[in-house]
């Protein structure tokens, strides 16, 4: 049984930094590429960040690029998302996901964890 579940969450202020983690189990975790999404209030869910089985490739939103990076152990079954400059408009769930066709589709997903940004 596949399960991915997320943590690090919080609320946090504008400027502020956070990192999520996504620990897989019921995988091979090395097979699988790793993505970050985040769904707002009243908002469809959103492409973050994602990250190849090896490591070696990483695919950024243009609202993440040069503030998160995602990195992931894979001796930890564990992808990390480490959020830095925050925004108010960062505030949503974040959810993990894990799939095998490249960066494009993910089969499996986390329950999400919220992240809140105040101004």
């Known amino acids: 049984q596949v399960q991915l579940v997320e943590s690090g969450g919080g609320l946090v202020q504008a400027g502020g930094s956070l990192r999520l983690s996504c620990e897989a189990s019921?995988?091979?975790?090395?097979?699988?590429?790793m993505a970050w999404f985040r769904q707002a209030p009243g908002k469809e869910r959103d492409f973050v960040s994602a990250?190849?089985?090896?490591?070696?490739?990483?695919n950024y939103a243009d609202s993440a690029k040069g503030r998160f990076i995602i990195s992931r152990n894979n001796a930890k079954n564990t992808v990390y998302l480490q959020m830095n400059s925050l925004k108010p408009e960062d505030t949503a769930v974040y959810y993990c996901?894990?799939?095998?066709?490249?960066?494009?589709?993910?089969?499996?997903w986390g329950q999400g964890t919220q992240v809140t940004v105040s101004s």
């Open positions: 996901a894990a799939g095998q066709r490249g960066f494009q589709g993910y089969d499996y």
């Open positions: 019921g995988v091979t975790f090395s097979m699988y590429a």
């Open positions: 990250i190849s089985g090896s490591g070696v490739r990483t």
